[in-house]
Nanobody, 114 residues
Framework: VQLQASGGGLVEPGGSLRLSCAPSGRISGIRNMAWFRQAAGEERDFVANIVNRANTRYADSVKGRFTISTDKTRSTVYLQMNNLTHEDTAVYYC?????????WGQGTQVTVSS
């Protein structure tokens, strides 16, 4: 099973994007769904997560601008990103933690530029 992230692209400062991440097959016992990002030359950083599909947590840098959520089937995770800035430019990765292991998506590029 692989995680497939999508929704990245080029957006102007102040714009919005919505990222999605879904598994290619069934993953049972998902406990944590998270987004990380990695800017060029930097380490991969935590962005947001949702635990047991209810409790959310955000990095300070994105609080009030980003929202993490899941769909009704609770197998897809979204990241709504508003008021984007140049500092949000990075490759965004999704991660699922389940009773059976940890899964990472392949990454989707978000570029904020005028």
């Amino acid at each position: 099973v692989q995680l497939q992230a999508s929704g990245g692209g080029l957006v102007e400062p102040g714009g919005s994007l919505r990222l999605s991440c879904a598994p290619s097959g069934r993953i049972s016992g998902i406990r944590n769904m998270a987004w990380f990002r990695q800017a060029a030359g930097e380490e991969r950083d935590f962005v947001a997560n949702i635990v047991n599909r209810a409790n959310t947590r955000y990095a300070d840098s994105v609080k009030g601008r980003f929202t993490i959520s899941t769909d009704k089937t609770r197998s897809t995770v979204y990241l709504q990103m508003n008021n984007l800035t140049h500092e949000d430019t990075a490759v965004y990765y999704c991660k699922f933690d389940s009773a059976w292991g940890t899964y990472w998506g392949q990454g989707t590029q978000v570029t904020v530029s005028s």
